[in-house]
């Protein structure tokens, strides 16, 4: 299993980007897909994740209403789109797979990661 994501930058605050996050070795409907961030000095955090079968969503409140997480199970990839963005969104942000397919934000939860994308939101 083995997961990389990408598409993060440099944008503006009030901007927007879209990450994905490719898998391979495994069927995505097997699985939950988790988003994590870590900011500069802080530990991991929650963002939201996505059942692979049936695509339920769950997001952190930090992020809800801002942030969404969608999938394409034929390119085996997950997205998350990030509107609205704020200094306070720069972050390393990170794909995680879980085969419980509990999805959530705990980082225990998770099997397998991803090397992270680095967004920096900025002026």
């Known amino acids: 299993v083995q997961l990389q994501a990408s598409g993060g930058g440099l944008v503006q605050p009030g901007g927007s980007l879209r990450l994905s996050c490719v898998g391979s070795g495994f069927s995505l409907d097997d699985y939950a897909i988790g988003w994590f961030r870590q900011a500069p000095g802080k530990g991991r955090e929650g963002v939201g994740s996505?059942?692979?079968?049936?695509?339920?969503?769950y997001y952190a409140d930090s992020v809800k209403g801002r942030f969404t997480i969608s999938k394409n199970n034929a390119k085996n990839t997950v997205y998350l789109q990030l509107n609205s963005l704020s200094p306070e969104d720069t972050a390393v942000y990170y794909c995680a797979a879980d085969i419980d397919i509990v999805g959530g934000t705990a980082e225990a939860e998770y099997d397998y990661w991803g090397p992270g994308t680095q967004v920096t939101v900025s002026s």
């Open positions: 996505i059942i692979g079968s049936d695509g339920n969503t």
